[in-house]
């Protein structure tokens, strides 16, 4: 079956300009996380959502980055007024995981690779 | 706090040379423990996990430990491919969270024929 997918692939921004990426999780995933990876580094956790409830916003840089998921399936990460410093591969992860918390395995999708000249 | 830390690369070997990389952890309790890879182009890859002490998680001929006593989880194959050629994050993810994962900074590995 279809993986996790993100749009756009690839985003070049111009310095301020607000962006909005996408992430559909796997069908029936509950769980959905958001990381940040930065050039030659691991990526980094931003925010984690069971269903459309958004229980985790503490990776989350500043108050530009916001995250939604109004359904419980597809996401949006939105950044406003971007700055250089947000250039990044922003990687969605969807997981089976249930309200318990019990750990599953954590499928990828291939990242948005965002520019801000 | 929580950290990974891994060997830093890039590692350069010759087919069927024996890999070892190196990754220590730092946590609060007793986490799960994983390794990804990214292979040219796709999206990151689970390749195996442990989740308790002493555990040995493997797949496609690579094996890792859980070294609770040395806070270890070094990642080994005995006879790496040119296939293997990727980039190998240790990762871990504490225990009663939320699971998010924490991740190591990558270690590239490139195999010649």
């Known amino acids: 079956g279809a993986g996790v997918s993100q749009s756009p692939r690839y985003k070049v921004a111009k310095r301020g300009q607000d962006v909005a990426l996408r992430c559909d999780p796997i069908?029936?995933?509950?769980?959905l996380f958001w990381y940040q990876q930065a050039l030659g580094q691991g990526p980094e956790f931003l925010t984690y959502?069971?269903?459309?409830?958004?229980?985790?916003k503490s990776g989350l840089p500043s108050d530009r980055f916001f995250a939604e998921r109004p359904e419980g399936s597809v996401s949006t990460l939105k950044i406003q007024r971007t700055q250089q410093e947000d250039s990044a591969v922003y990687l969605c992860?969807?997981?089976?995981?249930?309200?318990?918390?019990?750990?599953?395995?954590?499928?990828f999708g291939p990242g948005t690779r965002l520019t801000v000249l | 706090g929580n950290s990974v830390t891994q060997m830093e690369g890039p590692v350069t070997l010759s087919e069927e040379a024996f890999l070892t990389i190196n990754c220590t952890y730092t946590?609060?309790?007793?986490?799960?423990l994983f390794w990804y890879v990214q292979y040219p182009g796709e999206g990151l890859q689970l390749l195996l996990k442990?989740?308790?002490?002493?555990d040995k998680g493997s797949n496609k001929g690579f094996e890792a430990t859980y070294r609770k006593e040395t806070t270890s989880f070094h990642l080994e194959k005995g006879s790496v491919q040119v296939s293997d050629s990727a980039v190998y994050f240790c990762?871990?993810?504490?225990?009663?969270?939320?699971?998010?994962?924490?991740f190591g900074k990558g270690t590239k590995l490139s195999v010649k024929p």
């Open positions: 992860a969807s997981s089976l995981a249930d309200a318990g918390g019990l750990l599953s395995e954590q499928f």
């Open positions: 069908s029936g995933h509950v769980s």
């Open positions: 959502f069971q269903n459309e409830a958004q229980l985790d």
């Open positions: 946590a609060t309790g007793y986490p799960s």
């Open positions: 442990a989740t308790k002490a002493d």
């Open positions: 990762a871990l993810s504490r225990r009663g969270s939320q699971g998010n994962l924490i």
